[in-house]
């Protein structure tokens, strides 16, 4: 795939430290049944109610990146984020799953699946235990790979998907200029923390790591997904 959408330097680089594990996440034989159609609704839905749970964590991931920031724009970044998360972004959720009647409040209670935890605790994690380059390294993922999974879906997708609606809003204009503010913040906090070849820099491989780890764990969600068929 050589049409990827810029979201910055630092996502490039990790996307490509993380190899074929990214093209695991991104080309998922889930994400290819968003695109063809071909994902059992059952399957959907059930990936559905547990992104739900995983976004209230990652919601509270992005607000520990607030108390991690060094800078306003930092905060002003993670904080906005949270709010496209809890007020935008989960109302995707609610809105499916009410079709199909499953309340905001069954979502909200749902039981984690192993995967969820996995991912949701490593993530967290990274951010109590790291500093917020720790964060955004687990974080990224999440966050680049639906708009690039969007960003190609919304080219190629079959027009008859039932799934269109979640390929507009990760494809659309609002999630790809979240991507960019996002990965211009991150740019931004790498090089003020690691100077201009962020690369060199002694701390680099462990934020690779961070980076592959959590892309490694979405494909474990992608699975999550499919075995809910």
Not at 86 to 94: R, W
Not at 153 to 163: G, W
Request: negative net charge; contains cysteine.
């Amino acid at each position: 795939m050589t049409d990827v959408p810029d979201y910055g330097k630092t996502f490039a680089l990790w996307r490509a430290g993380a190899g074929t594990t990214w093209q695991g996440y991104t080309c998922h034989g889930f994400v290819e049944g968003l695109a063809d159609g071909r994902l059992p609704q059952k399957a959907f839905l059930h990936y559905l109610v547990q992104d739900y749970v995983f976004l209230v964590h990652f919601s509270r991931a992005w607000a520990l990146g607030v108390v991690k920031s060094e800078t306003l724009g930092e905060m002003k970044t993670c904080a906005t984020t949270v709010d496209a998360l809890v007020n935008h972004e989960m109302s995707l959720h609610v809105s499916t799953c009410a079709a199909a009647s499953i309340s905001e409040e069954a979502l909200f209670a749902a039981a984690e699946e192993v995967e969820n935890l996995a991912y949701t605790r490593y993530v967290l994690d990274a951010g109590v235990s790291g500093d917020f380059l720790d964060l955004m390294a687990a974080l990224a993922p999440c966050v680049f790979g639906y708009g690039e999974i969007g960003a190609r879906l919304a080219k190629t997708a079959a027009p008859d998907t039932p799934y269109g609606e979640w390929i507009s809003t990760y494809g659309g204009p609002d999630y790809q200029d979240v991507c960019r503010t996002v990965g211009a913040m991150i740019d931004g906090a790498v090089q003020r923390r690691l100077g201009a070849e962020p690369a060199d820099a002694a701390r680099w491989p462990q934020l690779q790591v961070r980076f592959t780890r959590a892309t490694a764990l979405e494909v474990g969600f992608w699975d999550m997904g499919l075995r809910g068929a």
